[in-house]
């Protein structure tokens, strides 16, 4: 004779319209005096059963809303659409690629919650016999702020992608910076083109790329005061940056720097050369302020600046495909410290938010000698 079920225990039935095992259980009541009743199904008494469990853990823990369907996928486009999307374009589009290239085709079909961090150390292991240690940590990050977007909304209980570190991978494009010969001959070479503005402001202020294009006249002062007290020379204000909403990079990114004789008077020549371009353009000029600018005034993108750098290039004794804009930025930097510039008035002027900053992403340029110490021994033990 079977016993009865106690009371709190639930019951186990079966479908017959279904085909499955029933396991239902009693977990409350509404304001309304209605039960709540959780349920689980499976082929067999023993997958009902676990899967109710199941369904009673997460219940128990506040999931009361998730869907045990959703897959990796879906967090990833969900985050992408409603996260990334808010960012610049760029930004966006570059982290669209990237999730559709990298994360997706490994680990999209994955459930969620069967995501383990087992399954994202084997796919950071296989990415990084192809991909950069700074590419490795950007698709991990990608992956992290899906699945935490996923935590907020009650769709996996923990987030295993933080229990996973990044593995080292292949060495990245090593950054590349002109020496005083190679960045004279290119000045020489852009000499009378439409990029030699912009490449002098590169090369001798440091400023980004991103920053240069967002550069408008009335951020820039060629005269300056000479007569204040103390003086103010010619300067630019590197304040905005084409980057989304015009914020420059980072706080530190907004300042304003001094300019060479050199920059001054390459800024004068743009200045006439532009007022050349805005007649010829007549009616059809737009005026966005902008110091570099197109032949109708609209906004240069990166592929025009790429392009017209490496065509300048070509006009010299350096590989083209070798060398991108940023490497001006680069070359600042090497130009200070082979002049013996301290590392924090260096950081300073590129806008850097530490010493720390520049000596990681510059330390080939970096000319770290420390003398301080030999010259003191110097004047202990005299020769």
């Known amino acids: 004779m079977t016993t009865r079920r106690s009371r709190g ?27 709540i009743v959780k349920k689980g199904t499976g082929k067999t008494k023993t997958e009902a ?24 996928e879906q967090a990833v486009n969900d985050w992408l659409k409603y996260e990334l999307s808010h960012r610049d374009k760029a930004t966006y589009e570059a982290g669209q690629i990237m999730c559709r290239v990298h994360v997706i085709p490994a680990l999209g079909k994955r459930k969620l919650r069967e995501l383990s961090a087992q399954d994202v150390d084997k796919w ?26 996923a935590m907020a909304r009650d769709l996996v209980k923990r987030n295993v ?17 002109l020496t005083l010969a190679q960045a004279e001959a290119v000045l020489k070479a852009a000499l009378g083109t439409r990029m030699y503005g912009y490449l002098v402001l590169a090369l001798l202020t440091g400023a980004r790329t991103e920053e240069l294009r967002a550069l408008t006249w009335d951020h820039v002062d060629l005269v300056g005061t000479p007569n204040a007290e103390p003086p103010v020379p ?30 001054v008077d390459a800024l004068k020549a743009q200045k006439i050369q532009q007022d050349a371009d805005k007649e010829a353009a007549g009616e059809h000029w737009q005026d966005h302020g902008l110091v570099f600018a197109s032949t109708v005034g609209t906004p240069l993108d990166s592929h025009n600046v790429r392009r ?8 010299t004794d350096l590989d083209p495909k070798g060398w991108t ?59």
């Open 9 to 35: 225990d639930g019951g186990l039935h079966w479908d017959e319209s279904r085909q499955r095992w029933i396991a239902t259980l009693t977990v409350g009541y509404t304001p309304a005096g209605k039960r």
């Open 49 to 72: 059963k676990d899967k109710l469990r199941e369904i009673l853990r997460d219940y128990e823990d506040g999931l009361t809303l998730a869907k045990g369907d959703v897959i990796v």
């Open 124 to 149: 950071l292991a296989a990415k990084a016999k192809t991909l950069s240690t700074s590419t490795l940590r950007l698709i991990r990050s990608y992956l992290n702020r899906s699945i935490k977007r």
């Open 161 to 177: 992608v933080d229990l996973c570190s990044v593995p080292r991978g292949k060495d990245g494009r090593p950054s590349k910076a």
């Open 234 to 263: 010619p300067f630019v204000a590197v304040w905005r940056s084409v980057r989304n909403g015009g914020d420059t990079k980072t706080p530190k990114s907004r300042r304003t720097l001094a300019l060479p004789q050199r920059a």
């Open 308 to 315: 017209a750098f490496r065509a300048v290039i070509a006009k």
């Open 325 to 383: 804009p940023r490497e001006l930025r680069h070359s600042f930097v090497s130009l200070l410290s082979d002049q013996g510039i301290p590392l924090d008035e260096i950081s300073r002027l590129v806008g850097h938010r530490s010493t720390a900053v520049t000596e990681l992403v510059y330390r080939l340029q970096i000319r770290p000698v420390l003398q301080e110490g030999a010259i003191a021994m110097d004047r202990i033990f005299k020769a």
